[in-house]
């Protein structure tokens, strides 16, 4: 189960277990209430509707701010399965330079503009750090920097920097994390990427990325001999209920089949 989550206000102290990482409150999470969470409810319940609230803020926010790197992200048409229940498909296209040079990986660098600059706070406005035995102001979610290190971010400075590749660790801790719904294994995520066997492309990088007078990237043409463009694609689906009589829906949480 991913990640931690808090139901209610934590002060500061070196005994309280809170470790360093990224506070996202409720309130900035599409689709859920303070009180979900501090209701009685299963691990796996909470964690469906954590991922549905992570994945429609991401769709939400990114839409309508074109990072680099972040070639689309879409959500698609619902897809009934069953009376009043349909699944919902949101997918992300990303984009990565790796650099043979110095056999490393990385986001595409931003050009001296900085346009296609995407920080946490840009997805997650009211987002803050806390450090090591630090307060959580109150209901919400905590990514641990280890968490999005193990996924290759690096730990943020501060939620207004350039952070995509912290963006870019949570779409994938999103999928690897997640629990599967599988016959013998109840979860409101019924298919994922798999990304032990997901096939990655590679492009040639655009020649606009290193244009003499308005480059849209960082990139140096003298260094394009030794870099090349990957592009993954991820996906993640979940269900969902709906209840004609009170007009609300819901994450469903059950067993294939």
């Known amino acids: 189960m991913f990640p931690i989550i808090y139901s209610q206000a934590v002060t500061a102290n070196a005994e309280n277990g809170v470790l360093p990482g990224v506070f996202i409150p409720i309130a900035n999470l599409q689709g859920i209430t303070a009180g979900e969470l501090a209701n009685n409810q299963t691990d796996i319940l909470w964690e469906g509707k954590i991922i549905y609230g992570l994945v429609n803020q991401l769709f939400a926010r990114l839409t309508g701010l074109s990072p680099l ?5 879409t959500k698609g048409s619902p897809s009934g399965t ?3 229940r349909f699944t ?17 990986f990385y986001p595409v660098p931003l050009p001296p503009s900085t346009v296609g ?16 035995g630090g307060a959580i102001s109150g209901a919400g979610i905590l990514f641990p920097h280890s968490l999005a290190n193990t996924y290759g971010a690096v730990t943020p400075s501060s939620v207004s920097v350039d952070s995509r590749d912290w963006i870019f660790a949570i779409m994938h801790a999103a999928i690897v994390e997640s629990t599967l719904r599988t016959s013998s294994v109840a979860s409101a995520i019924t298919n994922r990427t798999n990304l032990l066997n997901n096939r990655v492309a590679g492009l040639a990088i655009p020649t606009t990325y290193y244009d003499a007078s308005n480059p849209t990237s960082g990139i140096l043409a003298a260094n394009t001999p030794h870099l090349r ?10 269900e969902v209920e709906s209840f004609p009589l009170d007009q609300t829906q819901e994450i469903r949480v059950a ?3």
Do not use: C, H, M, W
Request: a negative charge; aromatic letters at 10%.
């Open 255 to 257: 067993i294939a089949g």
């Open 117 to 132: 600059k995407a920080s946490i706070a840009d997805i997650f406005p009211n987002a803050s750090l806390v450090t090591d």
């Open 82 to 84: 069953g009376t009043n």
């Open 69 to 73: 790197g972040i070639v689309s992200i």
């Open 229 to 238: 463009l990957i592009q993954e694609t991820l996906s993640l689906e979940y």
């Open 88 to 104: 919902e498909t949101v997918s992300f296209i990303t984009q990565f330079i790796q650099d043979y040079s110095t056999r490393t």
